[in-house]
């Protein structure tokens, strides 16, 4: 202990460009299917968001929020698709810094990579016209028209933050969405302006930065979250290898030159993948609640095979399970935000298990990063900043990296199911349903 | 007009409608998880109530956490769930409807495999037959509690300010599963004889009038011929009509307002909601076939591998293809009405006025309950009253509203029903219209 209080690493302020963040950690991008289908958000989002913001956390990351319904990853989240949606951010916005956290849209569009098929819309926009590899979605190839719509989508979206006087906005550029789809050369097979070069490949991104940047001015914050390497061969080796970090750094460069204010490190050109959220592949909770891999998309009788059938399902949770093992789950991406933070002169955020005081605090004196995120550790102790705070390196009941929220997320509520984290199975069961408890009678909505 | 009938009103026990048409009880997933009420569910009621029906029988409304059928429903399992029921109720009943709570215990039954719960309780041990979800057969005092989670959630609905209640006995719930001779097992006094299988039922009807008393509206669903072999030729048959009717005379002794037909001791059911197997609907969201339970690659196979998805939907198909979707259990319900003194209504596709003013006239029921063509045509108790005899877009009987549900926002799904693919979406979505808070 410092006369700084514990841990002053991570206490101290984060100041971007145009934002001032009270420490180091933010909750990365994660939620439950809480909001209506129709993409307008619900009070149990607001109560979820901020029961971190009131565990301490520097500032949340939304969850995904599409900036157009075709762009849904899967239904039941907030969009930001119209400015009808403006009054329940401004809301969302307001009950987060009340709870003494910054809050940062996160913007996003999914392509071809879904968890549930839309009925809205049957087939995905991408790159490319390739189905993708986890559920065989369907996709089409994106016209000329239709990126600039999807670009102006971006911008509308931003727009919309500024208005709802939100604190920032991060574009979901990784984990194989549809920014991904265009910088990974793994999956863009275009012969026009925005395939083959890395130039071409960034092209999309980088016309997403300048309209929004246009449409917010240049003093609203502005971060990109990039997957620093696709690690294509994580699963198989004989996979294409997809984008390197030098070609992520090279594109780092260009996202600042952009205009934007600050980096934020993931990794895997797909969602979910070896590394991200990396841990344990959950076979007994994926084949119970994961169904929409076995009915939708073109792949079903693979998947059918794959995860529920012995010894094939073990085969493969070893092989997903081999990038951890050899990394190991906390902190698995520093390496990559060491070197994109060795080049660019924004600040860095890295995301990847973080859930042990001395290891953030280490990683941001080292000069490895200048804050971190957090998703599944927040979900297991959402108190953990505070716990930090008070000088304990780690939660009593840490997050095991299980992946049981994660697959279980797609039926039931968003929580942490490890049920050997709680004293019983029910104590597990309402700590979950609990994030319902504030919603309101209708009768007080009017 | 042949079809005044239909717009007298109907007196059951101490409840008076203003017509002779109920919205069956359907529903979306529109509530949270933890079985609490939202606005949207609100909206949901109150659209079939402007659209004119007498009375709106609710979505099942589980009476315990452990009988939920599928997440997303409103419970009435607690006192604290009443003020939800209380302003539903109030909204229902600004457009002259009223509102009956159908009490529910989905026993084994389930569409997705229970968090809390991962084991059901039923009267016997063996799994459910469509997804194999595993059961345990209930003690002496768990069906005590059962009775009176029963009792309780009646209690609820009146304290709550509504007009009754309607006890699921039907389509494979957990009184089904005492009732039917094709589950029911055991070999106490719970099971065997007619008599023994009905005991529960006629427990649970008895401690919820000695909650609600005299005077306020208890109905009870039944499944008069639950034709088990229907669903797989290998099953047997259960209760036939003339067991059902010794039963509803049992019912109406021990103190049941009127009876509600329907049928099959399963749901889905051939015979109930009957007509079309959208199987390639089935295939991309009905996930928990393929995902939970014991028969998942039976069910994989059956509904995905040509020839046996195909072979599947004619076989479900049969019954509809014998008697037609629209009055399938007028038969039935007749036998019923027959046998008993207080009124009989009946479910299964009514939406043609001539049909329906047919069917009470001749006697085979008093009032008739309607889910999927009011799902189409919310406005059909007013179409009727203009004087159209069928509406303009009928329901077309495809079933896509049922096996969406579970991943999509109940509604009508039948694209050729609408201009566009984006028309249909822009109804189904209108439910959540008024539903952001603040």
Partial sequence: MTENGHWPAIFQPLRFRNLEVKNRLFRSSISGRFDNYDGSGTETRIDWDVKFARGGIGAIISSNTPVHPRGLIVPNYAHLDSDDRIPFYVELGRRVRDGGAKYIVQLAFSGRQRDIPSVLYETGLSSTDKADPIHGFPCERMTRAQIDEVVDAFAQAARRAREAELDGIEIHGCNGYLITQFLSPAINDRNDEYGGSLENRARFPLEVVRAMRKEIGDDFHLQFKISAIDDGKALFPWANEGTTVEESIQVCKWLVEAGVDGLHVSAGYVFPHPRNPAGTFPISDVIRSYDTMLSSGKNTFRNYLMFRTPPINKVFAWAWERRARQLGVEGINLELARAVKQVVDVPVLCAGGFQTASVISKAIEDGSVDGVTMGRPLIANPDLPNLFREGRDRAPKPCTYCNKCLINFVESPLGCYEEARYDSREAMVREIVSVYEGAPLPSELE | ?438
């Fill in chain 2, 1 to 438: 007009m042949s079809s005044d009938v239909i717009f007298q009103p109907l007196r059951l026990g101490s409840l008076t409608l203003k017509n002779r048409v109920l919205r069956s009880s359907l529903a979306g997933r529109f509530d949270n998880y933890d079985g609490s009420g939202t606005p949207v569910r609100i909206n949901w009621d109150v659209k079939f109530a402007r659209g004119g029906v007498g009375a709106i029988i609710s979505s099942n409304a589980p009476v315990h956490r452990r009988g939920r059928l599928v997440p997303g429903f409103a419970l009435i399992d607690r006192d604290d769930r009443i003020p939800f029921f209380r302003e539903l109720g109030k909204r229902v009943h600004e457009y002259d409807c009223k509102y009956i709570v159908q009490l529910n215990h989905a026993g084994r039954h389930r569409d997705i495999g229970d968090l809390e719960f991962p084991k059901g309780l039923s009267s016997t041990d063996r799994p459910e037959p469509i997804h194999g979800f595993e059961c345990e057969r209930m003690t002496r005092p768990q069906i005590e509690e059962t009775v009176d989670a029963f009792a309780q959630g009646a209690r609820r609905a009146r304290e709550a300010g509504l007009d009754g209640v309607e006890v699921a006995g039907g389509n494979g719930v957990l009184v089904t599963q005492f009732l039917s001779s094709a589950i029911n097992d055991r070999d106490d006094e719970y099971g065997g004889s007619l008599e023994n299988r009905a005991r529960f039922a006629l427990q649970v009807v008895r401690a919820i009038r000695v909650q609600v008393g005299r005077d306020f509206y208890v109905g009870f669903k039944i499944s008069v011929d639950e034709c088990m072999n229907e669903v797989f030729p290998w099953l047997r048959r259960g209760n036939t009509p003339a067991d059902s009717v010794q039963i509803c005379k049992w019912l109406e002794e021990a103190g049941v307002d009127a009876i509600h037909i329907t049928a099959g001791a399963a749901f889905p059911h051939p015979r109930n909601p009957p007509g079309t197997m959208p199987l390639r609907d089935l295939v991309r969201t009905y996930d928990t076939i393929a995902a939970s339970g014991r028969y998942t690659f039976r069910n994989y196979v059956a509904f995905r591998t040509w020839p046996f998805s195909s072979i599947f939907r004619w076989q479900w198909e049969r019954p509809v293809r014998r008697v037609g979707a629209e009055g399938i259990n007028l038969p039935e319900s007749r036998a019923v009405k027959e046998a008993v003194s207080i009124p009989v209504l009946c479910g299964g596709g009514f939406q043609t006025a001539s049909v329906v003013a047919n069917a009470i006239t001749s006697g085979a029921c008093d009032g008739v309950t309607i889910a999927r063509s009011l799902l189409a045509n919310p406005n059909l108790v007013e179409l009727w009253a203009q004087g159209y005899d069928r509406p303009p877009r009928p329901c077309t009987y495809v079933n896509k509203c049922l096996a969406n549900f579970l991943e999509h926002p109940l509604a009508c799904y039948e694209e050729s029903r609408f201009d566009s693919h984006d028309e249909m979406m822009r109804e189904a979505l209108r439910v959540y219209e008024t539903a952001e808070g603040r």
